[in-house]
């Protein structure tokens, strides 16, 4: 063994210790409500593909024809032969869907996250980052030479006494739209007063909110009618929309300019491959048509979460799709995970490092393709182990 090797395997069996080895299960269909996973039909709990698009006929056949009309790749970034008609679609499509005056594309939201702060912030600058956010909005700030300021997550006071220090040229408050491990929805109302106090601008991430948070799936500016207010979105198409691959930053037509000029993972990485955007374009369609995808996904969020509270389970958040089942005892959750699966319920236990010591949870994500005798087969297999494991 050579001596990377030999360090790396007793890192890797130092992580195998602690517990906090992750090990992939393989999924052996399409990404759906129903899957199969170590040769058997579980009922997927687990995915990020809150409106069903993942596998939606309408966006494979839209790939499907992308392929045919405008190839499989690009062979190239933007600047050089990487643009073509749909890639200015889509970025109008994103746009319009915002309320934004321009969007740039990127290969993933972890990417635009990655290109954003560095290209426009400078050392005379400052951004504040609630504790909470996202490992790529921690990256692009590490990158960037403004100085750096954390707040206690959706802590407003705290944000407001972190503003009072600075007297940057730009202050850039960043945050998640939705906090992904806690199902909760930012204060972006608040954070926009406060911003404007402070002659702030205000970066949202939102990942898990395009396409299905606010009354026409606009995220969670608009959950809080301040969509118009909010400075910089960035966003995924790997989630709601699609689920795919690649990312997005809207904002003014002066920061994405510049994003153009001089963001490093959109100048330095190719172009997004045709039948992804073709298929992100699709989606943007089936999501201002309203094909009631929106309203099934929140029925199905709301009698999920007060079916699960009725058999007696404790869980965070209020509305969104994101439902965290509070254990508390990381082994205890695990083992809940297991029994589930075995009866055919596949979800996903989180516990230390990825959530607080003692706060470990269950996370069961709802889509709008789930029906109704899912949601009741599961709360009732939830109830069935809750009470075997003495949790409820
Ligand atoms: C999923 C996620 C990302 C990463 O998005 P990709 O497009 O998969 O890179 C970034 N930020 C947040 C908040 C996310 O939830």
């Known amino acids: ?34 899957i199969n996973v170590l040769g058997k039909k579980v009922l997927n709990f687990c995915a990020n593909n809150y409106l069903g698009l993942a596998n939606n006929p309408e966006i494979r056949k839209a790939a499907i024809t992308a392929i045919e009309e405008w190839g499989f790749g690009l062979g190239s970034v933007r600047f050089i032969c990487g643009t073509q008609t749909i890639h200015k679609e889509l970025e109008e499509a994103v746009s319009n869907f915002l309320q934004k005056e321009d969007t740039i594309l990127y290969s993933s939201c972890f990417d635009a996250n990655g290109g954003l ?15 909470l956010n996202h490992a790529s909005i921690i990256d692009g700030i590490r990158l960037c030479k403004a ?8 802590d407003m006071v705290d944000l407001e006494n972190q503003l009072k220090k600075s007297s940057a040229r730009i202050k850039l408050i960043a945050t998640d739209g939705v906090f ?13 007063k406060i ?38 979105i960035t966003s995924t198409f790997g989630k709601a929309l699609g689920g795919a ?37 699709k989606a943007f369609e089936i999501i201002n048509n309203d094909t009631g995808l929106i309203s099934k996904l929140h029925d199905n969020t709301n009698y999920f979460r007060q079916k699960i509270l009725e058999v007696g389970f404790e869980i965070k958040g209020n509305s969104h799709p994101i439902v965290p089942i509070m254990i508390y005892d990381a082994k205890k959750t695990v083992a809940l995970s297991e029994m589930l699966l075995e009866k055919n319920i596949y979800v996903i236990p989180f516990s230390f490092p990825v959530v607080p010591k003692n706060q470990a949870r269950i996370r069961v994500q709802l889509s709008s393709i789930h029906n109704r005798k899912q949601l009741d087969y599961a709360i009732e297999a939830f109830h069935d182990c809750g009470k075997t494991l003495n949790i409820i």
């Open 245 to 281: 691959s690649g990312g997005f930053v809207s904002a003014s037509s002066n920061i994405i300019e510049t994003l153009r000029q001089k963001s490093r993972p959109y100048l330095f990485s190719n172009s997004l491959a045709p039948t992804l955007v073709v298929a992100c374009l």
């Open 1 to 34: 063994m050579k001596k990377i090797d030999r360090i790396l395997n007793s890192e890797l069996e130092k992580i195998k210790n602690q517990g906090t080895y992750k090990s992939e299960r393989i999924i052996e269909t399409a990404q759906k409500a129903e």
């Open 147 to 154: 100085a750096k300021y954390r707040y206690k997550n959706c």
């Open 195 to 232: 911003a404007a106090k402070y002659d702030a601008l205000v970066m949202v991430d939102d990942c898990h909110a395009t396409g299905f948070i606010g009354s026409t799936g606009k995220g969670s500016g608009e959950h809080h009618n301040v969509l118009n207010k909010v400075d910089i």
């Open 117 to 131: 702060f560095e290209t426009i912030l400078s050392k005379e600058d400052a951004v504040f980052s609630d504790e």
């Open 180 to 192: 992904s491990m806690d199902g909760t929805i930012a204060p972006i109302d608040k954070i926009i």
